[in-house]
Structures are given as structure tokens and as C-alpha cells.
Nanobody
Framework: QVQLVESGGGLVQAGGSLRLSCAASGRAFNGYTLGWFRQAPGKEREFVAAISWGGSTIRYADSVRGRFTISRDNAKNTGYLQMDSLKPEDTAVYYC?????????????????WGQGTQVTVAS
């Protein structure tokens, strides 16, 4: 069992930056793919970014590529999502998730563990 807790969300002006963190506890973080997803009101949960356990494979949604950077520190059992050049359309609840399969999925269904989410609001 893995417990995930996101932090770092908040209100930011368009063009600003935020850094989200995802702290894992319970079982070791190593060996798990880490993903970030987001869900805006009235919309389905969508993929943002994912990173393999060793960091060799990284995937981004087209909408965030070049603006967001995913990373992880397995020694600290923590993952990160650096978000730069934020836009109002990035406003959503952001969730981190872990997948035991080691495959870097971009769909939410394979992910086994989820955090409670953190709100990101980008004002225009």
C-alpha cells in the first residue's frame, strides 16, 4: 500500500510558476511509475506527465510540453511537477498517482494509488 499526498498548489497569475510535490509513504517509492493528472470542473481527468521509476522515460501531454517538468527523488520518496508559464486553462485539481507495472502509462486507469489532489488556479 502506498499513500500519496500532494502539496504546492495555489493561486498564481498567468505566466507564473508553481512547483507541486507528491510525498509517498507506506511502501518504497522505488519501482513505481509516477504520474500527474488534472481535472477541471465538468471535465474528465486528463494526463499531464509521467516518469518511470529510474527517470529514463518521461512523457508529457502536448498541452504542457515545454512548460512543465516532471522529476522525482526516490531517496526522499517524493515526486515533483514544476509548472512554468502557467495559463488560465491549466486551472484544475492536480493529482499524483503511482503504478506498479513500471510501464509509463498516459491513461489514468492503470494507476493503482492516488493522492487527494491539490488545487491550482491560474488567474488571467
Amino acid at each position: 500500500q502506498v499513500q500519496l499526498v500532494e502539496s504546492g498548489g495555489g493561486l498564481v497569475q498567468a505566466g507564473g510558476s508553481l512547483r507541486l510535490s507528491c510525498a509517498a509513504s507506506g511502501r518504497a517509492f522505488n519501482g513505481y511509475t509516477l504520474g500527474w493528472f488534472r481535472q477541471a470542473p465538468g471535465k474528465e481527468r486528463e494526463f499531464v506527465a509521467a516518469i518511470s521509476w529510474g527517470g529514463s522515460t518521461i512523457r508529457y501531454a502536448d498541452s504542457v510540453r515545454g512548460r512543465f517538468t516532471i522529476s522525482r527523488d526516490n531517496a526522499k520518496n517524493t515526486g515533483y511537477l514544476q509548472m512554468d508559464s502557467l495559463k488560465p486553462e491549466d486551472t484544475a485539481v492536480y493529482y499524483c498517482a503511482c503504478d506498479q507495472s513500471m510501464v509509463v502509462y498516459t491513461a489514468p486507469s492503470p494507476y493503482d494509488y492516488w493522492g487527494q489532489g491539490t488545487q491550482v488556479t491560474v488567474a488571467s
